[in-house]
């Protein structure tokens, strides 16, 4: 499964005004239930894994990778990105406030890796998080990130 | 050598950390087996480096093994640094 089949365009959504993290979870959730991605449990699930095992899904500076377990309601795997319009804390310790939030849906532990694979590269690339921050509305974040994927770099 | 990335589920950020390691290992020539592990499953298994996010620090105390703490879980040169620094100190 490649990336841009792992992400969801309708779930691509820009300059949210969000208030705090559940909220950011909660619509997450909420944009991967209204593609039939995952079942309303998911976004609860999510919450859980945060408050049991700690903010370490800030997995970067103002980058969170939020997800729960397939079994908690995975219908097929999905990617959903929130950017913000106001940063978040969400309680790290070094890689607080949060303006970027993506939601990963696993059916399996193995079908999405090719795609987690391309995430992490493109992550780790100032382009393409720049490109990220400055689409000012969704139908341009949905229109560069999907370029920018399809380019490959 | 086995080096143990963790996260909360064993197929997010850990799978990720594997991936980073695996292309920095290869690149340095390094031979080393890198399994990704939730937490919980991982407990009680054993690793010569376990690799984590650094908020996961208060589950990881009196861990036997090398403990690394990623801060930024995308950052290459990070990994890197610590990854190999931990590889030196124990070789």
């Not at chain 1, 309303?40 to 899904?57: F, N």
Request: with cysteine.
């Amino acid at each position: 499964m490649q990336l841009k089949e792992l992400l969801i365009r309708d779930a691509v959504q820009a300059k949210l005004d969000l208030r705090t993290r559940d909220e950011v979870i909660q619509m997450s959730g909420e944009m991967l239930v209204a593609a039939g991605a995952v079942e309303p449990r998911y976004a609860k699930a999510m919450k859980q894994v945060m408050d049991d095992l700690g903010p370490y899904c800030v997995i970067a500076p103002g980058i969170a990778l939020l997800h729960a377990r397939p079994e908690d309601g995975v219908i097929r795997s999905c990617l959903s990105l929130i950017t913000l319009r106001k940063p978040i804390e969400f309680g790290h310790s070094s890689n607080d406030p949060v303006d970027l939030a993506f939601a990963l849906g696993a059916l399996n532990k193995k079908s999405h890796i090719s795609a987690l694979a391309e995430l992490a590269g493109f992550l780790s690339n100032a382009d393409f998080l720049r490109v990220l921050r400055n689409s000012a509305d969704t139908p341009a974040l949905q229109t560069s990130l999907f370029s920018f994927i399809e380019k490959g770099k | 050598m086995v080096i143990a990335t963790l996260c909360g589920m064993g197929f997010g950020t850990s799978m990720m950390l594997k991936l980073f390691i695996d292309d920095i290992l290869k690149a340095e020539g390094i031979k080393a087996e890198t399994n990704p592990w939730d937490l919980g499953s991982f407990k009680g298994n054993k690793a010569d480096i376990v690799v984590a996010p650094v908020d996961m620090e208060p589950h990881l105390r009196d861990y036997p093994a090398k403990i690394v703490l990623i801060k930024n879980l995308v950052d290459k040169q990070e990994i890197k640094e610590k990854v190999l620094g931990a590889l030196r100190e124990l070789s």
